[in-house]
Each structure stands twice: as C-alpha cells, then as structure tokens.
C-alpha cells in the first residue's frame, strides 16, 4: 500500500512540476510529439457534437467526488490542440495496449511471457482489479494533462457521465470513446470556467 | 494489503529476467554477481549505478541502423507467416463451412469463422522498445555499503554496447505491470564494450539546490534522478581495474505506456533535459 502510494505521489510530484518560464530561446528535441501520433478530428465530427452542460449547484455536491469527476479546460487553448492533447492522454492512460499473448515472437520464450501465460490473467485481477484500472485511468489522464498544464474542476456526477467513460478490465469501444473525447476537447478549448480549479 | 505480498513476489520472480527477444536477440544483460572477484567480459558493456535506496529501472534500446533493418525483417518474416497461415485457412474454409452447414447433429459447433488477411497493422510482434526491455535492481545487488547517512546499493550489469534510454522505474508482469513510465520524456545514454558507464547515484541527498533560481522554475522544483558521483562517493573497490566511465546523458522523446502503468516523465536534468508544458528542451544543444 504504502509502494503505491509513493509511486502515486512520484508521478503527482513530477506531472504537477511547473514548467521552465523561460524567455531565452531554448531548442526543443526533434520529435518529442505523442507517440500515437497527431490525433484529429473532423469538422464534421465536431459539428456533430453539442457542448456539454457544465452548470450545476457546487453546494449539493460533495467536494470529494470531484477526484473522479472533472473536466479540464486551459485558456488559449483551440479544438484542435486540446483534442490532440486529450487524444495522447487517453492513449497513455488505457493502459495496456500490446496484450501479452503467448504467440507473441521473442516474448514467449522470455520468464515473462511463461509466467503470463499461467497466472498472468488471474494475477492481473488480483493485482490490479477493474476499479484499480479505473483509478489508474484517472491518475493517468491528470498526469498528463497536468504536464500539458490544463487545469481542473469538479463537475457534477450525471454532468460528468453525459460526456465521459470510465474504464476498467473492459475496454470502451472506438465509436463510443471518439464522440466523448470531442466533447471533453470542447470543453477543454471552451469559454474559461468560473469555478474554482482543483489540484492536478 | 493481501496483495502486497503476491506483488511482491511476483516483482522478485522476474526481476531476474530481462525481457529479451529470442529471434534476433537484440540485447542480452544479467546481473554482476556480488563475489569477491570481479572479472569483466571486455566483448559487453556494463551499467553502473549506485543508489541510496533499492533501485528499480528498466531501460530500451534505441534502435541502431542495424537494428531497424533486423527488426523490419522480423516483422516482414512474421507477416509472410501468419499469411501463410491465412492462405491455407482461407483455403479450407469454404469446405469447413460447408460441412457446418451440412451437420445437423447436437455436436455442431459454432459457425467457423471466417479467416482474416494479415496485415502490418494487425502485426503482433512487439515493438522494438519492448522488445529489448532490460530491468535491473532491485535484487541483484552488486554491493550494499553501510553509512552515516543510510546504505549505499550498488548494481552493476552488463549489457549488449549500444545506446540505451530510461524508460523507469517500471517492473513487468504480463497484464499486471508496477511502476512509473517516464513516457513523457526521458534520458538515454551510450554503452560501449569492454566500459562500465557510471550513471552516479540515484536518489536526493546529494542534491543541493540552486538558490538563485526562482520557484517557478522546474530546475528547482524537482531533484534530478541521478547526480553525478562524487568525490566522497568512491566506485566499489573490486571495480578498481575496470574502465569506468560517467555517462553522457541526453534527453529522449516520449513513448507509449506499453506496461499499462503510471504515467509521468524523468525530473529536469541541468544540461540534459527540461519542459515547457510537454515540449522537451533538449540542453545538450545550444540555441
């Protein structure tokens, strides 16, 4: 327990770490864009998406949901960029993509690969639950929005529901994530809310 | 808490095992074994490290030209196999559905499906990173020295020469992985055979704070992971012969968080790596 802890704490302190203010010019490493790859949308796609309802009553809700429902939005911020950038978070929080399979070349013969085809499965369930994936997916995505320096506030639970998903040992299929990553980058790139900004 | 122990033991299974590829291998790596006398293969590089703690890293090879020709190979080589496979299948498989078609017995199985086409896409090897994943520490130790200050681990473990980056304190267990991915910009550094690169010391205490920087500034926010070795902080004496060299570190661009981990990215290093927002500002080139 207190292992994950502090490698919750690690990967808190260094996401929230404020970036260098720097005025002199600086030479940005070549290719250190997402690894996934610039995701975009369509006109259409977005066109097709309405804005979600952000308003509701802070005093009904308790403070402490707001560690699992909120929304990022940073200032300055166009459609484009802030789905591009929920896009690549999205992409490092679900987590496992390459599923370890003992026909995978040059991974069965490893200990790994022998151990996974026997108790890989059951151990991943005993070890990291559908509502520790869920966890982690959250972590994951404050992380790194948190690094691209997007801000957050709580949202109202049925608020929140409406334009995003949760994930855990099942994954969310392409046609129902893509819409609601397009509303949660309106929202990001959207009118600068009035509410108070939580912790990253 | 059940589960801590089971983690445990699981972390302590394959931290003996690096993660190699068997057809070509690309890296192979094993620990020093703390024995009394050190012989040293001059043909293999080696990494050295001292920690303050128990230390957990794994690290991926950067590709070389040569590895990317031989990676591209296998995946060709495992593409025309899996066509193979597809061809014969596709081949058989209207008589197995006619043949469905045609039991009317209680044993009737599903409706065979049908037969899809390989393509580089849907390829299932691993990518090259993975693939030449190396995890050392935190068992393996090659040395533990008590002091004032608490002990002093250190790891020593060869490994194939070439360029290698951080990829974290990450240990992996199929579907069940721990730790940290610096996915999000990272450092790497060069091994060459018959050298031991010297990484410093991992950990905080020999971190000392620059005062004249503001506390919006990330350099002085966040210690970085290694500090080169010090002059109080003397290699391990059985490696007085060996070649050891400081290792040049520079920075890294993001990767995917293939391990299903946490996410976040190596703390700013004065002259090798910073951040403006998730820009990485590569400090070994001057503007």
Same mark, same amino acid.
């Given at each position: ?11 808190? *302190?260094? =996401?929230? %770490? ?6 002199q010019p600086v030479?940005? &490493?070549?290719?250190?864009? #997402? !690894? ?43 459609? *484009?960029? =802030?789905? %591009? ?10 987590? &496992?993509?390459?599923?370890? #399979? !003992? ?98 | 808490?059940?589960m801590i122990p ?43 490290v001292d920690s ?236």
């Amino acid at each position: 327990m207190r292992y994950r802890t502090m490698l919750v704490t690690m990967a808190m *302190a260094v =996401a929230g %770490a404020t970036p260098l203010v720097a005025q002199q010019p600086v030479v940005y &490493l070549a290719g250190d864009g #997402s !690894p996934f790859g610039l995701a975009t949308a369509t006109d259409a796609e977005h066109a097709a998406q309405t804005m979600p309802d952000l308003s509701f009553d802070p005093a009904t809700v308790d403070p402490e949901s707001y560690e699992k429902y909120y929304y990022f939005h940073r200032p300055d911020t166009d459609f *484009a960029t =802030a789905f %591009a950038d929920i896009n690549e978070c999205d992409d490092y929080a679900r987590g &496992l993509r390459t599923a370890a #399979s !003992p026909n995978i070349p040059g991974y069965a013969a490893s200990l790994p690969g022998a151990v996974g085809g026997l108790i890989g499965s059951a151990a991943a369930d005993l070890i990291v639950g559908s509502g520790e994936r869920r966890r982690m997916r959250r972590i994951n995505m404050r992380a790194c929005m948190g690094i691209k320096e997007y801000r957050r506030y709580g949202l109202e639970r049925e608020r929140w529901q409406a334009f995003h998903f949760e994930e855990g040992l099942n994954a969310v299929s392409e046609e129902d994530r893509r819409p609601q990553l397009i509303r949660q980058a309106m929202v990001a790139s959207g009118p600068v809310p009035t509410a108070k900004v939580l912790p990253r | 808490m059940r589960m801590i122990p089971i983690l445990a033991a699981l972390t302590g299974l394959i931290a003996t095992s690096p993660v190699m590829a068997r057809d070509p291998v690309f890296v192979q790596s094993a620990p020093v074994k703390d024995q009394p006398v050190v012989r040293l293969d001059p043909a293999k590089g080696y990494i050295l490290v001292d920690s303050h703690g128990p230390l957990q890293l794994m690290l991926m090879k950067i590709p070389s030209a040569e590895d990317r020709v031989a990676y591209t190979a296998l995946r060709a080589e495992r593409l025309a196999t899996l066509q193979r496979r597809y061809e014969r299948a596709a081949k058989a498989y209207p008589a197995q559905m006619e043949a469905w078609r045609k039991d009317r017995s209680q044993l009737r199985g599903d409706r065979p499906a049908m037969p899809i086409a390989p393509t580089d896409e849907t390829l299932d090897t691993l990518p090259f990173e993975q693939m030449t994943a190396v995890e050392f520490g935190p068992l393996n130790r090659f040395g533990r020295v008590s002091r004032a200050n608490g002990a002093i681990s250190t790891y020593l473990q060869s490994i194939t020469p070439g360029r290698y980056r951080l990829y974290g304190p990450v240990s992996s267990i199929p579907n069940g992985s721990v730790g940290i991915c610096y996915c999000m910009g990272s450092i790497g550094f060069a091994v060459k055979a018959g050298e031991v690169v010297d990484l410093g010391i991992a950990g905080s205490e020999t971190f000392v704070y620059d005062a004249t920087q503001t506390a919006e500034d990330s350099f002085s926010r966040q210690p970085p992971l290694f500090v080169a070795r010090p002059e109080s902080m003397p290699v391990n004496a059985r490696l007085k012969d060996a070649r050891i060299v400081p290792a040049t570190f520079f920075p890294v661009g993001k990767l995917p968080n293939f391990y299903g981990v946490l996410v976040s990215r190596i703390a700013p290093m004065p002259g090798v790596i910073a951040y403006q927002r998730d820009r990485i500002i590569d400090l070994t080139q001057r503007p």
